[in-house]
């Protein structure tokens, strides 16, 4: 399998795992009605991180895995608070929030 094509599979899993962690936090948590807003935001979000993640941040951090994973989840998760502060109107706090979670979950399964 090539890189291109885990890549494409990795970005699969991640809006499968993501997409519905995000609906769950922002809808019942957090009161946003608007679903399809939800779920737009996540599919952005998720769309526009996971590209750099494989192909951007490797030429900067090519040394020791442990440290590419950190930092590549630290600035996933502060580009995606972002995103969900702005597009779904969260409060940055509670961004923050729902970033962490939908990335814990993904990574952590991306891991196994």
Known sequence: MTYEQSFLISLLISLVIEIPIVFLLAKYIYKK????????????ASVLTLPYLWFVLPAYLSGDRLIFIICG??????????????????????????SFVANLASALIGLL
């Open 73 to 98: 989840e630290l600035a996933v998760i502060i580009i995606e608070t972002f995103i969900y502060y702005k597009l779904l109107k969260l409060k940055v706090r509670q961004a923050f929030i729902v």
């Open 33 to 44: 009605i608007d679903k399809g807003g939800i779920i737009f935001a996540s599919v952005i």
